[in-house]
């Protein structure tokens, strides 16, 4: 069976350090991952998704990136933290291209604070 | 493009009442619909999926959802509201491919004894 992992599952960051979450799938193979952020009670906002290797998709202009090194690992960085980057990470999987439903798969997600 | 209203941002209702969270999207097509449900400080979970057939749809945990296109709706249903049901509960809508799900602001729920 397919499996999502995610971590750290919390942080804790001063102000313009950098940052790596990290998010592995395991159990399938050439996955549409994806990276959302939830801040309090707003919902899911898209930041990155990707359909393959070295393909991600920006959805929000921000000091935010992502990676994808490896065909089921998917990282969120960023250079120099924000204080408004405090939010809820979530990382997520769908099934790939030709079979995609668009149902998603979550991770437990990461909570970031950053002071 | 695609999007999703919940128009009910927070419901407050007594265990074993029943249950409706609304959902209306907005597509030209028939969409693939989801319902997720998120406990605090915890990922989502799918709850039930409509792909095409019998429009209402059994899920997991006693929810059902009915999709209806005349309005454009998947509302979530529930007989007899459980004290464990207390979650966010979100809304999606995806046409398929590689496009991303669209979720909706999420509605979320407290349950009273």
């Known amino acids: 069976s397919q499996t999502i992992h995610q971590w750290p599952a919390t942080l804790v960051q001063p102000v313009g350090s950098p940052l790596s979450l990290e998010c592995t799938v395991e159990?399938?193979?050439?996955?549409?991952l994806y990276w959302y952020r939830q801040a309090a009670g707003r919902g899911l906002q898209l930041l990155f998704y990707?359909?393959?290797?070295?393909?991600i998709s920006s959805e929000v202009p921000q000091n935010l990136s992502a990676s994808r090194p490896q065909d089921r690992q998917f990282i969120l960085s960023s250079k120099k933290l924000l204080l408004s980057d405090s939010s809820f990470y979530l990382c997520a999987w769908s099934v790939p291209r030709g079979r995609d439903t668009g149902e998603l798969f979550f991770g437990e997600g990461s909570r970031l604070t950053v002071l | 493009a695609q999007s999703v209203t919940q128009p009910d941002i927070h419901i407050t209702v007594s265990e074993g009442a029943s249950l409706e969270l609304r959902c209306n999207y907005s597509y030209g097509a028939t969409p693939y619909l989801f319902w997720y449900v998120q406990s605090p400080g915890q990922g989502l979970q799918l709850l039930l999926k409509y792909f095409s057939g019998d429009t209402l749809v059994q899920g997991i945990k006693g929810f059902e959802a009915e999709f209806k296109r005349s309005q454009s709706s998947f509302n979530l249903r529930k007989p007899s509201v459980h004290w464990s049901d207390a979650a966010e509960y979100f809304c999606a809508v995806s046409p398929g491919g590689n496009t991303p799900l669209v979720f909706g602001k999420g509605t979320r729920l407290s349950v009273i004894a």
């Open positions: 159990g399938t193979s050439n996955p549409n």
């Open positions: 990707s359909v393959g290797i070295g393909q």
